[in-house]
């Protein structure tokens, strides 16, 4: 089993719409790379803030991604480094993280 770290371009515009181009590109890759037992973390951003913005926050594609995907995704809503590799080490086989 090993992680895989993608950098997904989920840097869509004001509301979050399902049918997004970008959101579909993510959905397929994640889709292709799920049928493993791999642990995959998704990595992106929204907008270019100075510092945080929530309006800018990933939390409500994690509930899209789960909607579609038929999985449940872990959001990590700070940024602390060893807390998410533990996190994501002890996670079982198949377990998506999205950052």
């Known amino acids: ?9 989920l840097d869509i515009e004001g509301e979050v ?8 590109d993510a959905l397929k890759t994640v889709k292709s790379l799920s049928k493993s037992t791999n642990k995959i973390v ?14 800018l926050s990933l939390e409500p594609l994690k509930e899209v991604l789960e ?3 038929r999985r449940r995704i872990t959001f990590f809503t700070q940024f ?8 994501i080490e002890q996670a ?8």
Do not use: C, W
């Open 1 to 9: 089993m090993q992680t895989i770290l993608v950098r997904v371009n």
């Open 17 to 24: 719409s399902e049918n997004a181009l970008r959101l579909k």
């Open 42 to 55: 998704l990595l992106s951003h929204r907008g270019r803030p100075k510092g945080y913005d929530p309006k």
């Open 67 to 69: 909607k579609h995907l």
């Open 80 to 87: 602390d480094f060893p807390k998410i590799k533990k996190t």
């Open 92 to 99: 079982p086989a198949g377990s998506i993280f999205l950052l």
